[in-house]
């Protein structure tokens, strides 16, 4: 009888999160946990990119398989009641510099940088946290729109999840990830927060033109 393959199973919401490499672990972190969202996959690899993602991506791209429309399938254009963020870093790590502007009229609401040997993910994430923490203290109910889904997901997380070490150049960064993340762990926000469809209405408004 051939031996069944090896699953891996990625909890993003379970008593413990992560990979785990047997179905009872999994199982440990979803039973009796309201709301446990979690995955199989193949390969090991594919499931600790996943960790690193939305759960909602995994789900939907599953509804794609089965002629279920996507989330992200707009037919109507973005909200332009909202605000806007993106990055850019030239060399990665390398200068990087990120900003916030108003949707409709691109005005520029606020813009940090340069910033020296960090990278364009810590960008959007400092992007992201900021935008969420200016429409808080307005107490604005516009949306937030990103073209990361990185930066989406370590929000999630409240946790910038860089491997760039840090080190005397990168030092000014670093003090700002700690606050956006302190602000994460101490705030709770109702902004809706959405992925930017870059292919159906172009590059974000915010973007930095340098692609």
Request: charged share 25%; net charge positive.
């Amino acid at each position: 009888m051939p031996k069944a393959k090896q699953k891996y199973y990625t909890v993003w919401k379970g008593h413990k999160t992560g990979v785990f490499e047997t179905w009872p672990e999994c199982q440990l972190q979803i039973k009796n946990f309201q709301g446990a969202q979690y995955k199989s996959f193949a390969t090991k690899a594919t499931a600790v990119k996943a960790f690193e993602g939305l759960y909602e991506d995994y789900i939907e791209k599953n509804k794609a398989k089965k002629g279920i429309p996507k989330r992200g399938d707009q037919i109507e254009g973005p909200n332009l009641n909202s605000i806007s963020v993106d990055a850019a870093s030239s060399g990665n790590p390398g200068v990087m510099e990120y900003r916030g502007v108003d949707t409709q009229t691109k005005a520029l609401l606020f813009h940090k940088g340069p910033f020296q040997k960090a990278t364009n993910n810590i960008g959007e994430f400092l992007a992201l946290v900021h935008g969420l923490a200016l429409l808080k203290n307005q107490e604005s109910q516009v949306m937030l729109y990103t073209d990361s889904v990185t930066a989406m997901s370590w929000v999630r997380k409240k946790k910038c999840n860089t491997k760039l070490k840090r080190t005397k150049e990168n030092q000014a960064v670093f003090v700002l990830i700690d606050r956006a993340e302190q602000w994460l762990q101490n705030n709770t926000f109702t902004t809706k927060v959405v992925k930017w469809d870059t292919k159906s209405w172009g590059e974000i408004p915010a973007d930095f033109g340098r692609k």
